[in-house]
């Protein structure tokens, strides 16, 4: 299946009838299109000239206790010999050094500067891998990383915490709800255990439904479960199962994830339909459970989300954790500043991985970014139409125009009109709106990559998957 992260991913955006499953665009540029920063430059002079007074705050535990079948998300299995207490270490370091960085310029610690200066947090989240991997213990470890190296008040912004079935302990899940959680998002994927074993996730649905349990008895306002449609083997009848079986815990939020196999994840390696029948099947079984959901009530707020209207929101963009002004802990997370966008480095592969984690866990020096990759002022704008055409309620032009100074037909006229051949825009949305069709919805996964910079692009088929 095309993946952007492939070296033969199509560079062309001229395609009349493009792929519906393109690429999951969840962040950009892409995190493949990051190289070694040649310069490493100071954490305290990146962000000197930020805006630190609504910063979004994500914090990355890579540990799992499997490795799913399409999951290309930077985690290992396990953490043998003390190694949760040597990345809770490192953590607590690099913690350190980025407050030390943010604060360098802060009038809310120097005593100059503007108001606008002042470090807050408007939002907070742990990911990964599977944060609750950690002991309550260790939990309340990371909530104080948070707290008091940090600066970040968890009970008074929003908090999401991704969950698994088997970590979701009682235990934990107290810590997380007196620490302040208000999101705990779970990954359960398929209700059928025939379907979760083909997905490489083998799991009982009672154990399913007894974590989904202790997570309500938490009393943690927001409860989201993740589905994924396109399993070897899932039928709509099967599919209306686990939708079922999910709505009758009454989520706040509900994903509908496709499934994608990605080179170095064990269904990357099997073999599976034809392209084109796999996109039919997915595309059904996505205008299923999106319909379905629609008729329980859910408003849908992006292709793949899903929330009861009055649920409490996350934030201003609602978890995604993409805006600028993100701080990332952890060897897996990323920053976003303006102009530039910094990690570590990365890879999908068992072992790269270990290294890499291995190699977190000994630095001492956390004062520079090493990782990235610059967003001049067209990326910029990239980004912004990117992200925000792919929420269901759409991109007001006024917005576009008062930050960038021009709209989106001026800067992006090609790939706007395509849209709008292809049926993907709303035409009844009004001259002050862009937003799109429910079929331009559908294929968000081709819209978005369709919005890739030629430069980016470029990077990405350079990059040599490990």
Known sequence: MTDPTDPTYPTSTTTIAPRPYESYVYAYPHKTAYRPLADRPALSELWAGERKDALSLYLHIPFCEVRCGFCNLFTR????GELTTRYLDALDRQATAVADALHAHAGATTGTGTEGDAVRFAAAAFGGGTPTFLTAGELERLCDIAEKRMGADLRAVPLSVETSPSTATADRLSVLADRGATRLSIGVQSFVEEEAKAAVRPQRRADVEAALGRIRDARIPVLNIDLIYGIDGQTPRSWRLSLDAALAWRPEELYLYPLYARPLTPLGERAHPSEAGWD???????????????????????????????????????????????????????????????????????REIRTIIDAYTVTEDFSRAEVGRAVDAHEARRRHLLQSLLQAGGMAVADYRERFGSGPDDDFPAELNRFAGLGWLDTDAGPGLLRLSPEGLAHSDALGPALFSPAVRAAMASYEPK
Not at 77 to 80: S, T
Not at 323 to 330: A, E, V
Not at 342 to 348: E, H, I, N
């Open 280 to 350: 039919a099947q997915r595309l059904e079984l996505y205008r299923q459970g999106r319909d379905h959901l629609l008729a329980q009530g859910y408003e849908q707020v992006s292709m793949r989300m899903f929330r009861l209207p009055g649920a409490p929101r996350e934030g201003a963009d609602d978890y995604a954790c993409q805006t600028d002004g993100m701080i990332g802990l952890g060897c897996g997370a990323r920053s976003y500043t303006s102009d530039l966008h910094y990690s570590f480095d990365y890879a999908v592969g068992m």
């Open 77 to 80: 299995i396990g953490a043998p």
